[in-house]
DNA sequence: TATGAATGAGTCTTCATTCAT
DNA sequence: GATGAATGAAGACTCATTCAT
């Protein structure tokens, strides 16, 4: 009863990732319900046998992908909250903005598939569930190590980052046509100031 | 070539609302991409056949849902808006959300499987799009002939949306154990008086 | 249990008679396996459940229109035979082939199918063989009135009218690029005149 | 989109040989549209999955037959063609029409099935358009390169061809009880000599 | 008689997964 | 370990025929 095994050799370890990355890739562009697992074999490029060695099932191989996403999208956030000290906070709450933006432009459709995925898939939602919690963590850390002391500090770091999310999907897919963008981007870097602002 | 047809007699409009409404309710429980049309069928109790005879495929079935569901929580907002002369703004502001909330409550799943298919498919995310510029419209209409004078004001009511949808999801689905909820909301709905006040 | 009914009223009459008329045209020419009983109501413009009353089911439909599709195309032939007191064989013998190919020329993708159905169909085979036999007869039966002392007479008519099908077929579907029609009807006169001759 | 692959192990190509006899076979036997795709694989004793590898649907599999059948008809008529100096015309000739009656005598089933679909499916019709210009080209040069001078060689040779066909045809099928056949044989020669006898 | 909506068994086709090599 | 041909259960869709009105 073929159980799922971890490879050992090199070649195999590659092997591995290739199917992760291709397979995720594909799964994304064509839509996770469209792809086939021979479809994800053939991208691969090994055969479809091989795929059950290291992974349960189709769905397998795409929380694998998410989980290499997700950190993949979290890096580069909390490289700059990492490095920031925060001597002026507009200008790191505008980089965070710009970053998110830039690391969803990146892959609109990856994008969208996980979004949809992760309003049915439990696993994926859980995944991105806890990105979002470190992340509102690392801020509030942040923050803190930086001497703001703001009451309710977890709840406001939740109102914003809804709000950089929020604009960032405007940005990107939306794009209602008379929108004046660089307006509503000062306007929330603002509403964020006044947020950690206040006692 | 089956093409769809337009059920003219008052037992088959019957039938063809009750495969909507129970094709759409199944779809929305158990994941759009696990029912089958013959799963409909039995569970709105009609043959496999009547069903292609007014609907293209689960498809098609789906999409009318999406359009019932989508005008039947646009109502109630509607309502609210159409009804109010805005003495009390934060009192309006207030109910809103609270409709919002409520309306989501009443259907989790769906809502869920709703915001999944958006993500994925075009025809659905129109739906949600046209909704949400609909909703906007009437906010900036009803503070337009209420004396508001705002600036920029479609920009501030997009902001405005997004963080109404944005805590309507926090509250229902995420359920982050440690927040504090109604200090949330004011502060949501302080940020959105705040919009609408200035220049 | 619905057993087939005769109509007795002449609209009922008239009604049975469109259906037979239009189902046999719409099967002819879309082919009889790619046309439904729905399609026929609708072409015939009655109502699917009429058919099941005058009809036992489609195929019944279909071998009530070669029944009257082949005595239509029996008619002017033997009238034809009927006619002549053969003073001029070679001219009889010319006219008959000339009707032949007009016949079969006014409905061609009726007589492919119907060609098509005789070989699968023993019903339909059965009456295109006791048609063939009756002319086969008919012709016997007219060189004899007309004084001809053929041996094997029998024989020599079936040849005969199988080289007139033949060319027939020849001329209308195959239309090999550079065969010189002409020539070969001439042959093919010449031939049966040689076959009636004949001791 | 599972395009039809081609088979390159040994096994595969004799799986993919099996498909097309036994399905050609179970086709002419029960006829062409009494036969699912699901009777050929029992049948074949093969997976309905791997039908699909090898080819795009059930006519697919038949053509495939079809092209088989026809090139192993014409094989044994070019064989004696190809052999024949025609010292005796008359005793090739007769061969020739023995040949074809056995030949067509061996799967009656068969050449009716495909007789019917040659005047429905064009494809069918085109594969055997071209085996009977095969076959009068063959015989055509077979005559020229034993001497024979004939003029408008190919317009009687076409009128041979159908007159041999028709006395198949006759033989097999029909079966006119009074007919003699024997008589019916030897005109039919006579004809054909007479044909080729004359300038 | 007449209607045409409704039925559901029957077909085609796909694809996650297995297994002989 | 690796392959990819093969499996067959399951889903989408059709249509001859029935039946409530």
């Not at 799964?27 to 055969?47: F, L, P």
Request: glycine share 4%; charged share 25%.
């Amino acid at each position: 009863m073929g159980s799922v095994r971890e490879p050992i050799k090199k070649t195999s370890i590659e092997k591995k990732r290739r199917i992760i990355e291709k397979g995720f890739e594909l799964m994304c562009d064509q839509g996770y319900h469209n792809v086939t697992c021979v479809d994800i074999a053939k991208y691969a490029d090994v055969s479809t046998g091989i795929i059950y060695q290291y992974f349960k099932d189709k769905h397998d191989i795409f929380i694998a992908g998410v989980k290499s996403y997700a950190s993949s999208i979290m890096y580069p956030m909390i490289k700059t909250l990492d490095q920031n000290n925060i001597d002026n906070i507009k200008y790191v709450v505008e980089q965070i903005l710009e970053q998110f933006i830039k690391t969803h432009k990146m892959s609109k459709k990856a994008h969208e598939e996980l979004m949809a995925m992760s309003h049915i898939d439990s696993e994926v939602s859980q995944i991105f569930k806890n990105n979002e919690m470190e992340i509102s963590n690392k801020i509030v850390n942040c923050l803190n190590s930086n001497g703001f002391k703001i009451n309710k500090i977890n709840e406001k770091v939740h109102i914003i980052v809804g709000l950089i999310d929020n604009f960032c999907h405007e940005t990107i897919y939306h794009q209602h046509d008379q929108l004046d963008y660089d307006y509503m981007k000062n306007e929330i870097v603002s509403i964020i100031l006044n947020l950690l602002k206040g006692v």
